[in-house]
């Protein structure tokens, strides 16, 4: 059974960095392609970022291009997603993803496993 636990959320403000890691036991991290994903109780759950199984390869979503780093440890089964340069609206509760392929992707459907989230709030 995989599961999958978020840390590093809080409140801070605009301009301030924050670190979301993700933790992953069950079977073989390596082996998954992993994602973050963000929601307001305005929107629907929406892509942020994603890694491939070895950490070579990343995809972010236009809005947080150069500011946010998605990187995996997969010594430590842990995912992280390094958030610089915050603005009010990165605020939501943001989870991580399991994907069912080794490569990066956007859809949602492709993950197969998520975490229960973190709440990331910026105040401006």
């Known amino acids: 059974q995989v599961q999958l636990v978020e840390s590093g959320g809080g409140l801070v403000q605009a301009g301030d960095s924050l670190r979301l890691s993700c933790s992953y036991s069950?079977?073989?991290?390596?082996?998954?392609?992993m994602g973050w994903f963000r929601q307001t109780s305005r929107k629907e759950r929406e892509f942020v970022a994603s890694?491939?199984?070895?950490?070579?390869?990343?995809y972010y979503i236009a809005s947080v291009q150069g500011r946010f780093t998605v990187s995996r440890d997969n010594a430590k089964n842990t995912m992280y997603l390094q958030m610089d340069m915050l603005k009010p609206e990165d605020t939501a509760v943001y989870y991580c993803?399991?994907?069912?392929?080794?490569?990066?992707?956007?859809?949602?459907?492709?993950?197969?496993?998520w975490g229960q989230g973190t709440q990331v709030t910026v105040s401006s």
């Open positions: 069950g079977r073989t991290f390596s082996s998954h392609a």
């Open positions: 993803a399991a994907a069912g392929t080794d490569y990066t992707t956007p859809k949602s459907s492709d993950y197969n496993y």
């Open positions: 890694i491939n199984k070895n950490g070579d390869y990343t």
